[in-house]
């Protein structure tokens, strides 16, 4: 590598300078706080573990999205995390090993081999909160209601929209229809590129009734306002009492959402697969006119503490607060620093109680700057201390 493109960072990969880094842990304490105000406990899981733990049972996608090294001690293969979540479902089932019901939230980076979207980055910073020990509407409405509670208390004023899904439809109409393997495969990734004419195409060629290529082919067809959930009742309605029950579910709780969020508009896809691999239950995620891709999602996914010997009911979501704090509309706060003189050029009794003087101010949030000598004064002091009749006192820095 020559020596004039060392500072070159990898694709992907950006740092973050002031005032935007400040911006941004303004925004990280105030999203951990809100966590805890309401009952979940912060979790720092490590940043490299051996991979056998940090991968099993999450499905191919992370798989590939997560960088492996080997470990110099035991030769076993570890990975640097791509997702926090499977930490916490271990933590939950292994290291906490409670059983009851259990809250827990991060706030953590995470790094990623290829961006997930083109405009994601490789290294998010990665927030988010689940929910243990727990099926039901009740945990699925209350850790929706945090990722919207999330959006707004980090100032993003833009409409929102909340897309939602449930993967059991899909999952019960394979099963009840009696769709080959091969079939399934090839119909799941057409569904996730939304190719309707492939779909139909392909549906025309199984090997089903009439009536069941009927009823599959109305799949993708289903989204848009929750009056579609009507019409997958009138479609699906027959097919089998799994697909019945999570249509059912997905109205309860978009009637729940719908109540406590007036100002949020419902998008149901119920070809939304998300996580396929990974998820149980309902998928969600938040978007925005402002930003192409989804800002936060979520979704239940049962069962997977089983792989460490607990098997628990889970639900929950992440964000990139990168990303949040790009579209969100809270100014950046720019310190009023106070001035302290050189202290050089002060006697020792005004040396000694210019350091109490400062230690007072920090301890009151301010923030002082030392003078150096031969240095400019900074711009954003916009007071300074001065010794006056015996103590120091703050008036305004002169303008030059």
Not at 19 to 31: C, D, F, K, Q, S
Not at 197 to 206: C, K
Not at 307 to 321: E, K, Q, Y
Request: charged fraction near 20%; hydrophobic fraction near 45%; aromatic fraction near 6%.
């Amino acid at each position: 590598m020559s020596r004039v493109n060392r500072w070159l960072l990898p694709d992907g990969v950006k740092e973050v300078l002031p005032p935007e880094a400040a911006r941004i842990e303004g925004l990280r304490r105030t999203v951990v706080d809100l966590y805890q105000a309401w009952g979940y406990n912060l979790v720092m899981p490590p940043l490299i573990e051996y991979i056998d733990s940090l991968l099993i049972g999450t499905g191919d996608d992370l798989d590939l999205a997560t960088f492996k090294v080997i470990d110099q001690k035991t030769g076993r293969t570890m990975g640097i995390r791509a997702d926090i979540t499977p930490q916490v479902a271990r933590i939950d089932a292994h290291s906490i090993a409670c059983d009851g019901i259990n809250r827990l939230c991060y706030s953590n980076t995470v790094l990623h081999t290829s961006a997930a979207n083109p405009l994601a980055s490789r290294s998010p910073l990665q927030v988010g909160a689940e929910l243990y020990g727990h099926a039901g509407i009740d945990s699925d409405l209350e850790v929706i209601s945090l990722m919207i509670e999330t959006l707004m208390s980090v100032g993003i004023k833009h409409p929102i929209t909340l897309d939602l899904g449930h993967v059991g439809i899909y999952r019960g109409l394979i099963e009840a229809i009696g769709v080959a393997d091969d079939d399934e495969k090839e119909l799941f990734n057409l569904l996730q590129s939304k190719a309707v004419a492939d779909i139909d195409q392909l549906i025309a060629a199984m090997d089903l009734t009439d009536e069941a290529k009927t009823i599959l082919s109305q799949l993708p067809r289903l989204y848009g306002e929750t009056t579609v959930l009507q019409k997958a009742e009138e479609i699906f309605g027959n097919v089998s009492a799994q697909v019945s029950a999570a249509i059912r579910y997905l109205r309860e709780l978009a009637e729940a959402v719908k109540a406590r969020f007036p100002q949020v508009t419902l998008y149901i896809d119920l070809a939304e697969l998300r996580g396929y691999e990974y998820h149980t239950g309902v998928v969600f995620a938040a978007l925005t006119p402002a930003f192409g891709q989804a800002i936060a999602n979520g979704g239940r996914y049962d069962d997977i503490g089983s792989v460490f010997g607990r098997a628990r009911p889970a639900t929950g979501f992440s964000a990139d607060l990168k990303v949040l704090s790009e579209l969100s509309e809270v100014p950046v706060k720019q310190a009023d620093a106070i001035l302290m003189p050189i202290e050089a050029e002060l006697t020792p009794a005004q040396r000694q109680s210019l350091w109490e003087m400062q230690s007072q101010l920090r301890q009151q949030g301010e923030c002082v700057l030392a003078q150096l000598s031969d240095s400019p004064v900074p711009a954003n002091c916009a007071r300074q201390l001065v010794w006056q009749d015996s103590v120091w006192i703050l008036v305004a820095t002169p303008k030059v």
